[in-house]
């Protein structure tokens, strides 16, 4: 499940970018079709990260860090969103890609450094 998890966020996060960049070069379509993609992926996320959860919450000394770890996916997936929501709409995306850059360093720590 943990595979499954990693190859998810690690697709996501590759077809955040892509997505990202096609709105940006003007190719509606493609990005239309990543973005969709995309929230395909945030449903793998979830669902591998959560069946995870449900299994270690059977009684782990570490249960609030990974609290912590599951909020912070959560966030990473709502500032991949803001950023493109925000960006088609022409409006500025900087404090969202900082957004996304904490909450990705924040999730990364967690699960490799702390869980
Ligand atoms: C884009 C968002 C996410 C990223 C980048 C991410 C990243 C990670 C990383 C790096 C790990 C540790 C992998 C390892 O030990 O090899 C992990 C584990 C885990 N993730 Fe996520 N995650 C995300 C979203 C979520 C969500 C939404 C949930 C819950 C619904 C979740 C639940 C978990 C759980 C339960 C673990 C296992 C903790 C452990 O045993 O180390 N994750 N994730």
Redesign the pocket.
Known sequence: M?HA??TS?AI??ILFIVSYFLMKAGKAKGHKITSMILRLFYVF??V???M??I??LSGDYYAIS?FV??L???W??GS?EMVLAKAKKGASVTGMWIMFFIS?IL??Y???SV?
Request: net charge positive.
């Open positions: 943990l998890h990693v966020w996501a996060i996320i979830i591998t990260g959560g995870m959860f299994q270690y990974l770890k599951v912070a996916g959560i990473v997936i991949m990705l999730v990364l967690l699960g490799y869980l």
